[in-house]
């Protein structure tokens, strides 16, 4: 299906929403919530499928220039990355491979008491986040990780919203990792995601690259600038920021709940 626009605001308010995207993606993930709706509105008579293919490319190029960026300045363990990378990539492709034929509906009320759970926890505990509490050898580090990007992986495959911050939440409670810590090496296992997702929509079709191209560029701006502003303001900003989007994502999984 080719893309014709006619209308160019529609790409404007699309591109828009992409540079948000990629600002709160670069901080603690979750620009989803805002990318993925002003597509669907904007584009309706377009097929589900193609519009969420759509996305991927804005969504890996914006988390790729965050990961660069953090990487200049935070200390990245790309050992323990590279394993729980591809654990997440095969777990996300099984994932988008078994969204085709069963339902997801069925867990979203389970996640959304879980990411209950975590709103009241991360309000409560002031200092969950704000400093390194857990001294790991690489081999426990290894196992926890790549058994957390397994699990988060295959979410996000099979659901997908909200995966940035649950990232950020397993390298938090799983590894004992601060919030800035946690946020920069998230961006990497969110890149293998959203390649498994990319290549999977890419082969079956579902992919407008006319629409990608800008978006992607915006995205990437967007990412630039929340990196520079996560750093710049550090664990405490974060994890606000942390509070603001899984309330925002608790919202979203709500409304598909009870509507």
Known sequence: MDLLIDETGAVIIVCFASFAAGFID????G?????????????????VATLLGTTKLPSFSGTAVS????????????KL????AISA??????GLRLVTEISNEAFKPIILLALIAVAIYTYTKKNFGQHEEKDLSFSNSLFRGITAGIVIGFYDGFIGPGTGSFLVLMFISVLGFDFMHASAHAKSVNLATNAASI???AFTGHFLIELAIPMAACNMLGGFVGTRFALLKGNQFIRIFFLLIVCATIVRFAFDVFS
Do not use: D, R
């Open 67 to 78: 990961l660069y960026q953090y990487a200049k300045h935070v200390e990245i363990k790309w």
């Open 81 to 84: 990355l590279l394993w729980i």
């Open 89 to 94: 990539f095969c777990a996300a492709m099984l």
């Open 199 to 201: 290549l999977y929509f």
């Open 31 to 47: 620009g989803g919530l805002i990318q993925t709706p002003v597509l669907f509105m904007v584009f309706p008579n377009y097929p």
């Open 26 to 29: 670069a901080i603690v993930g």
